[in-house]
């Protein structure tokens, strides 16, 4: 099990930026991949962002690709997101997880360990 919370999230303007963090407790030898996910009260939670563990590729929701960035940092066992240019829409409550699969598979909702979120608001 991955244990992993996030943090950084609040109020920012419309067309502003904001970055958030998720610190995770040390990687199992089976976790492939890390992501980003983000849900609306009333909708059903969809992919952000993921980054492959191995070769540190990324992969992005097209709505957010080009606004968002996704990282990781190994030595401090931490997850990050970049955003930028946010709008109304943006507004949610972003979640990181860890997989034991990758990327693909993320995007269909198979992941292992979720952390319990981040509210970010984007003001209109």
């Known amino acids: 099990q991955v244990q992993l919370a996030e943090s950084g999230g609040g109020p920012v303007e419309v067309g502003g930026s904001l970055n958030i963090s998720c610190v995770h407790s040390t990687l199992t030898d089976s976790t492939k991949s890390l992501a980003w996910f983000r849900r609306v009260p009333g909708k059903e939670r969809e992919a952000v962002a993921c980054?492959?563990?191995?070769?540190?590729?990324?992969y992005y929701e097209d709505a957010m690709e080009g606004r968002f960035t996704i990282s990781t940092d190994n030595a401090k066992n931490t997850l990050y997101l970049q955003m930028r240019n946010l709008k109304p829409e943006d507004t949610a409550m972003y979640y990181c997880?860890?997989?034991?699969?990758?990327?693909?598979?993320?995007?269909?909702?198979?992941?292992?360990?979720w952390g319990h979120g981040t509210q970010v608001t984007v003001s209109a």
């Open positions: 997880a860890a997989a034991i699969r990758g990327c693909g598979r993320v995007w269909a909702g198979y992941v292992e360990d």
């Open positions: 980054i492959y563990l191995s070769s540190g590729n990324t």
